[in-house]
């Protein structure tokens, strides 16, 4: 899923939950949920792979995920701390993910980067061969409605 879904519905979490303690918990586990469903993502290959002098437009490619999610969660939000606060956490698991390619020794790291691996291939379109159509109207249908929920 990419970040701008995570984000928003991070953001919608905390708008519908008043209880900050239990909002941004709750926008963490988001994460994992839609990382179960139907999802395409864009390739940071050059990332993955630790190619930092060819990974300029796969950083690129993250910073404009995360700026767009915020420009929306700014635009349509009551701009409440905790809301942004729940739409970083919902981002969390994706930056352990970079810190698993930073530091492939550190056992509790790669501990979560295998649970997190074992959520997005509960449905993955290329594995399972189902077409990568889905997982677009999938994010687009989240999207809309975090926003809505904002």
């Known amino acids: 899923m990419i970040l701008t879904a995570h984000i928003i519905t991070g953001a919608a979490v905390a708008a519908k939950i008043s209880n900050p303690i ?25 990332i993955k792979k630790g190619r930092w002098n060819k990974s300029f ?10 700026f767009f ?14 809301i942004f606060i729940a739409a970083f956490s919902a981002m969390i698991p994706d930056g352990i993910t970079l810190l698993s390619i930073l530091f492939p020794q550190n056992k509790s790291i790669m501990q979560h980067q295998k649970l997190h691996k074992a959520v997005n291939d509960i449905y993955d379109s290329e594995t399972k061969r189902k077409p990568p159509i889905l997982g677009i109207l999938v994010q687009i249908i989240v999207v809309l409605a975090a926003i809505s929920l904002l």
Do not use: C, M, R, W
């Not at 999610?69 to 905790?82: D, R």
């Open 57 to 66: 437009f796969d950083f690129l490619k993250v910073f404009l995920d995360i």
């Open 69 to 82: 999610g915020i420009l929306i969660v700014t635009l349509f939000s009551s701009n409440n701390p905790a």
């Open 22 to 46: 239990l909002a941004i918990p709750l926008a963490l586990l988001s994460h994992y949920f839609l990382d179960s469903l139907p999802q395409t993502e864009y390739t940071i290959e050059n």
